[in-house]
Nanobody, 121 residues
Framework: VQLQASGGGLVQPGGSLRLSCAASGRAASSKSMGWLRQSPGKGREFVAVFNWGGGEKLYAESVKGRFTISGDNAKDTVYLQMNNLKPDDTANYYC???????????????WGQGTLVTVSS
């Protein structure tokens, strides 16, 4: 079971990026898939989660209205479209898969590698 994250980079404030997370062996690892992020000196925080079964989505208050999470069932891939990015969004973004609450709480066993998002002028 592997989660492969991609799509990070450097963007100016107000810009956009799209992160991708592709899952192999999805049945075991990703009833839900989502993103958490970690900035230097801070703990890992929940960003967004998507449930494959019912399509439910949940967002952190800090990204609501700016970020959109979606899933492509045919590709076993979850996307995080990030718009109107702010310097506070700068972090390593980690893809996670597993049960809904475990993804939100960051307690799941299934993680992808981090992808760095830097928002700076």
């Amino acid at each position: 079971v592997q989660l492969q994250a991609s799509g990070g980079g450097l963007v100016q404030p107000g810009g956009s990026l799209r992160l991708s997370c592709a899952a192999s062996g999805r049945a075991a690892s990703s009833k839900s898939m989502g993103w958490l992020r970690q900035s230097p000196g801070k703990g890992r925080e929940f960003v967004a989660v998507f449930n494959w079964g019912g399509g439910e989505k949940l967002y952190a208050e800090s990204v609501k209205g700016r970020f959109t999470i979606s899933g492509d069932n045919a590709k076993d891939t979850v996307y995080l479209q990030m718009n109107n990015l702010k310097p506070d969004d700068t972090a390593n973004y980690y893809c996670a898969g597993g049960r809904w609450r475990a993804v939100i709480g960051g307690t799941t066993d299934y993680w992808g590698q981090g992808t760095l998002v830097t928002v700076s002028s």
